[in-house]
């Protein structure tokens, strides 16, 4: 079995106004309540983020009982220096971003201007891992017609500076700013794959090969497939729902690659106008089915994704659980719809943001 591991970023806030707060280097410095638990945050672009990352994982159950763990070091050690931490993949309310320090933001400051002073936005990242770098990438080929289905089970940005975007995931957009973000055609071999890398590496746009920011990619860190186009989930158990369609998504992959299965022929242009769909109405209105790239009912293209990795979750002892737990997304809608919900309710976007930092916590 492949084991998974999440990488989550979480938004740090004033419990009390809404606001974000550049408070990341001051939560870091909180002491661990067990000295072994240190390491497990992170600083990422802007002081107003936090990440975490998981350990790998064969279990569903453990990984979700994890990310909780998570969640809720995170709020401990906010609470520490007056803030929250908030699964919320953008700020509701109006923000100035503060560029972390060390000498790769200043360099990527430099180089990108102004979209680098607007990414605040917290992303969730899915790692399965692979026997080797020639597997994974025929997994990347395959797997291509079928993440926007996840960045639509994820959504969770509608709001930006004080505004209803009209997007479900608001976050995708301002992530597609970033010049090597989004889709990417077959690649077709290992060799391919490096060989890209480098040609971007050598244009000089991208300080190193952490910039490459493919949808999915090889991980330069881990021997993983690392999916990356998910938007933070307010509740961790759609977290866990999208780890678990990864694994099934990468297995899968993998099994039709054996078979001697082709990718899809699917063009980059079709793969961005899919993605397209996916952030702007979630699982509120249609998807690009990817099979047919025709437009179908959200909820017909995600029973889609369950048959597409049906015998991989089975085999994996997680199809009933993937299943439900879609289904119950599918009733009670993405983040970005319970935070619609939420405002219509209060009125406030600083209420909005207090009940999502309660719903987000374990």
């Not at 002073?117 to 395959?142: A, I, K, N, P």
């Not at 990417?184 to 391919?192: D, H, W």
């Not at 690392?226 to 780890?243: F, G, H, N, P, Q």
């Not at 002892?317 to 970005?336: P, V, W």
Request: net charge negative.
């Amino acid at each position: 079995m492949r084991s998974v591991g999440v990488e989550e970023e979480l938004l740090l806030v004033d419990p009390e106004s809404g606001e974000s707060r550049a408070v990341s280097s001051a939560v870091l410095a909180v002491p661990a309540e067990d000295p072994a638990e240190e390491g497990v945050f992170e600083k990422e672009l802007h002081g107003e983020q936090l990440e975490f990352a998981t350990r790998p994982r064969f279990s569903m159950a453990d990984l979700g009982a994890e990310i909780r763990r998570w969640r809720e070091e995170a709020g401990r050690r906010a609470e520490e220096v007056g803030a929250a931490a908030v699964a919320l993949a953008t700020s509701p309310l109006t923000v100035s971003p503060s560029l972390n320090s060390g000498e790769r933001h200043r360099w990527i400051e430099k180089q990108f201007g102004m979209p680098v002073q607007e990414q605040l936005t917290c992303g969730c990242h899915v790692h399965v891992s692979v026997e080797s770098d020639e597997e994974g990438v025929q997994v990347l080929d395959r797997i291509r017609p079928w993440l926007p289905v996840l960045t639509a089970m994820s959504a969770n940005s509608p709001f930006w500076q004080g505004s209803d975007t009209g997007y479900s995931s608001y976050r995708n957009r301002v992530w597609g700013r970033w010049p090597s973000a989004g889709p990417v055609e077959v690649f077709g071999s290992a060799e391919g794959y490096h060989r890209q890398v480098a040609d971007l590496l050598e244009t000089g746009v991208l300080k190193d090969e952490g910039m490459v920011y493919f949808d999915a990619r090889l991980s330069h860190n881990y021997p993983t497939v690392e999916i990356r186009v998910a938007d933070v989930c307010l509740d961790a158990s759609t977290t866990v729902l999208l780890a678990t369609l990864a694994r099934g998504l990468v297995e899968t992959a993998a099994r039709a690659h054996r078979a001697g299965e082709p990718p899809a022929p699917h063009g980059v242009a079709a793969l961005r106008l899919a993605q397209w769909r996916a952030a702007r109405s979630g699982l509120t209105d249609r998807l690009v089915h990817p099979e047919t790239l025709h437009p179908e009912p959200a909820a017909d293209v995600v029973n889609a994704l369950l048959a597409h990795v049906g015998p991989a979750l089975e085999d994996a002892g997680d199809a009933e659980d993937a299943r439900s737990a879609a289904s119950q997304l599918l009733k009670t809608g993405t983040g970005a719809e319970v935070q619609r919900a939420l405002l219509k309710e209060t009125g406030s976007l600083r209420r909005t943001v207090a009940e999502c930092v309660r719903r987000s916590a374990p």
